[in-house]
């Protein structure tokens, strides 16, 4: 998803035009990034936390050549989703494995009756 079409979706969701539902996204991530600049982490909650952290100096190697690179230290932004994101996203998770056991038992997508084989006789 782009962020034209975020604000395409807020848009439409709240009755606003798109173009001032684009300055208000905008100005959302401007000041993500300014927070992330001045004080190295922003917490929101429901959703996660982005925090800027040092990355060590390593070694690496050219996948061309093969030689090997010094890779100085660098700041990067990293990001822990909170706990609402998680569990929506191992649904996910959940949801792919169910598809690919249902799969591998012959039984087409979205189906969630056993086939007659995998229904235990009774008695």
Do not use: H, Y
Request: proline share 7%.
């Amino acid at each position: 998803m782009t962020k034209k079409e975020i604000v395409k979706t807020i848009s439409e969701a709240i009755g606003m035009t798109q173009l001032k539902t684009k300055e208000i996204v905008q100005n959302t991530f401007d000041a993500i990034v300014e927070t992330l600049v001045e004080e190295r982490r922003i917490e929101l909650r429901n959703f996660g936390v982005f925090e800027v952290k040092e990355r060590a100096a390593r070694k690496a190697r050219n996948p061309r050549t093969g030689e090997r690179v010094d890779v100085p230290a660098k700041m990067v932004v990293t990001f822990k989703p909170g706990k609402e994101m998680e569990e929506k996203v191992r649904q996910l998770d959940a949801e792919k494995k169910a598809r690919q056991a249902a799969a591998a038992n012959g039984q087409p997508p979205g189906s969630s009756t056993p086939t007659p084989a995998a229904t235990p006789s009774p008695g």
